[in-house]
């Protein structure tokens, strides 16, 4: 069974601290993993990881797949209050499928 | 860029009735269209997906139905609701395969009582 697993479930962190959240997965015909961050609504797209050890950047947001040991981390530095959020790990597949793991909830305090 | 255009934003059913949720693409041409569902706590389930007019696959068994009558218009459907289906639903569109950029529509979150 194609599944995806996302940890820690929650998180709690002050202003300026650097977090990693990790997600797992165990799919069929792996295509890409890709990240989201949800905050009120509908996700939005953050990152899509295809190859090894090709770390992806944006400003203060970083992620990096291994896929021999099917894995990927999301690295946010000097966190801020408005990263507050749920962050989606996703896995595309070759069957036309994205399976989602069940997200990370991030809280920021000041 | 897409937009994708989803409503009701929210909508309060008893159980039993029936559901039609609407979606439409705007900025692009035969899109990959999802549903998805998000219920409390828990991760994203796909639903349908869709990859032209007519054309739906399901994923998982269950009382709800897709349609896609036009290229850019995709149906979340039900004859008979049940207090299982509440939850967050969301339609996706993607151009080409699905491991490309998701587009997300804002969401319907339906309450069966």
């Known amino acids: 069974e194609d599944k995806v697993v996302q940890s820690p479930l929650s998180l709690v962190v002050h202003e300026g601290d650097t977090v990693t959240l990790n997600c797992s997965y165990e799919?069929?015909?792996?295509?890409?993993l890709l990240w989201y961050k949800q905050e009120k609504k509908a996700p939005t797209f953050l990152f899509m990881l295809t190859s090894s050890g090709i770390e992806k950047k944006s400003g203060r947001l970083s992620s990096i797949l291994d896929k021999k040991e099917l894995f990927s981390i999301l690295n946010i530095t000097a966190t801020q209050t408005g990263d507050s959020a749920v962050y989606l790990c996703?896995?595309?597949?070759?069957?036309?499928?994205?399976?989602f793991g069940t997200g990370t909830r991030l809280t920021v305090i000041p | 860029s897409q937009t994708i255009h989803q409503w009701p934003a929210t909508l309060v059913q008893p159980v039993g009735s029936p559901l039609s949720l609407e979606c439409t693409v705007e900025g692009t041409s035969n899109p990959n269209l999802y549903w998805y569902r998000q219920a409390a706590g828990r991760g994203l389930q796909l639903l349908f997906y869709?990859?032209?007019?007519?054309?739906i696959s399901s994923e998982v068994p269950q009382n709800l139905s897709a349609s896609r009558p036009q290229d850019r218009q995709f149906i979340l459907s039900s004859k008979k609701l049940l207090l299982s289906d509440s939850g967050f639903y969301l339609c996706v569109s993607s151009r080409g395969l699905p491991y490309n950029e998701q587009f997300f529509g804002p969401g319907t979150r339906l309450t069966v009582l």
């Open positions: 996703a896995v595309g597949t070759g069957a036309n499928n994205l399976f």
């Open positions: 869709s990859v032209g007019i007519g054309q």
């Open positions: 799919v069929t015909n792996f295509r890409s």
